[in-house]
């Protein structure tokens, strides 16, 4: 799957022979098979008697597939890929944020607080923050009273921890940008809560220009 993803194997091409893979991988030719099924429903491969195992093109992946996500972030992930992860975050997140403000009962604000103090107490750009920001951003979405908005958070999980990582996080702003949409939140204000928001994952795409360049060059055009 990583391999795929990288593009070192590409759209179209038949995967090496049966019997070199499952010697270079040195696995039984059983597990190869399941694993080729497990890539067949991710929608990577397209297996077929006769013809051999292809390469689907993108446009048949699962992007939402939590291990097509992670594998993205294996190595440097694709500027493109970035780009739209943080254009569909842009799209959806704001507004969660201030159905949350309006939605959110006792005990979700306490796991969004709880989050928040997670993230104060531990070291900058350490698994510790990145954890406990994960968990701040998937309090807000449990707490928008919407079912479908909490499986979404859960499928994209791996992404928006990759994400995080990548950003080159600044302690002070960091804190306040995400203490502010919490107070939001707590103070239940909804237009308030989806302005913050926005302007905290716009700040994040700022942090990593230096290795992605501009990736926001029509988002303002659009109403991101």
Same mark, same amino acid.
């Given at each position: 799957?990583?391999?795929?993803?990288?593009?070192?194997?590409?759209?179209?091409?038949?995967?090496?022979?049966?019997?070199?893979?499952?010697?270079?991988?040195?696995? @039984?030719? !059983? &597990?190869?098979?399941?694993?080729?099924?497990?890539? @067949?429903?991710?929608?990577?491969?397209?297996?077929?008697?006769?013809?051999?195992?292809?390469?689907?093109?993108?446009?048949?992946?699962?992007?939402?597939?939590? *291990? %097509?996500?992670?594998?993205?972030?294996?190595?440097?992930?694709?500027?493109?890929?970035?780009?739209?992860?943080?254009?569909?975050?842009?799209?959806?997140?704001?507004?969660?944020?201030?159905?949350?403000? %309006?939605?959110?009962?006792?005990?979700?604000?306490?796991?969004?607080?709880?989050?928040?103090?997670?993230?104060?107490?531990?070291?900058?750009?350490?698994?510790?923050?990145?954890? &406990?920001?994960?968990?701040?951003?998937?309090?807000?979405?449990? &707490?928008?009273?919407?079912?479908?908005? %909490?499986?979404?958070?859960?499928?994209?999980?791996?992404?928006?921890?990759?994400?995080?990582?990548?950003?080159?996080?600044?302690?002070?702003?960091?804190?306040?940008?995400?203490?502010?949409?919490?107070?939001?939140?707590?103070?239940?204000?909804?237009?308030?809560?989806? *302005?913050?928001?926005?302007?905290?994952?716009?700040?994040?795409?700022?942090?990593? !220009?230096?290795?992605?360049?501009?990736?926001?060059?029509?988002?303002?055009?659009?109403?991101?």
């Amino acid at each position: 799957g990583e391999r795929i993803i990288r593009g070192d194997l590409k759209p179209g091409e038949v995967l090496p022979n049966e019997f070199d893979l499952i010697g270079g991988l040195n696995i @039984s030719r !059983t &597990a190869y098979r399941e694993a080729i099924k497990v890539l @067949s429903a991710k929608g990577l491969v397209d297996a077929r008697q006769r013809t051999g195992t292809r390469v689907n093109p993108k446009s048949s992946w699962n992007l939402l597939d939590p *291990d %097509v996500l992670a594998w993205h972030f294996t190595e440097r992930p694709d500027p493109q890929f970035i780009r739209a992860m943080f254009e569909m975050r842009l799209m959806f997140e704001p507004r969660i944020s201030a159905m949350s403000a %309006v939605r959110r009962t006792t005990e979700q604000l306490r796991a969004i607080e709880a989050a928040y103090e997670a993230m104060t107490s531990a070291p900058p750009k350490s698994e510790e923050i990145f954890q &406990a920001d994960l968990q701040f951003h998937q309090a807000i979405l449990n &707490a928008s009273g919407n079912d479908f908005v %909490v499986s979404l958070g859960m499928m994209i999980e791996s992404a928006l921890l990759g994400l995080f990582r990548l950003t080159n996080v600044r302690p002070g702003n960091f804190l306040h940008d995400h203490g502010e949409v919490l107070r939001a939140i707590a103070f239940q204000k909804p237009d308030e809560a989806a *302005d913050l928001m926005r302007a905290l994952i716009r700040e994040a795409m700022g942090q990593i !220009t230096n290795v992605y360049g501009q990736l926001d060059a029509d988002f303002d055009a659009v109403g991101l």
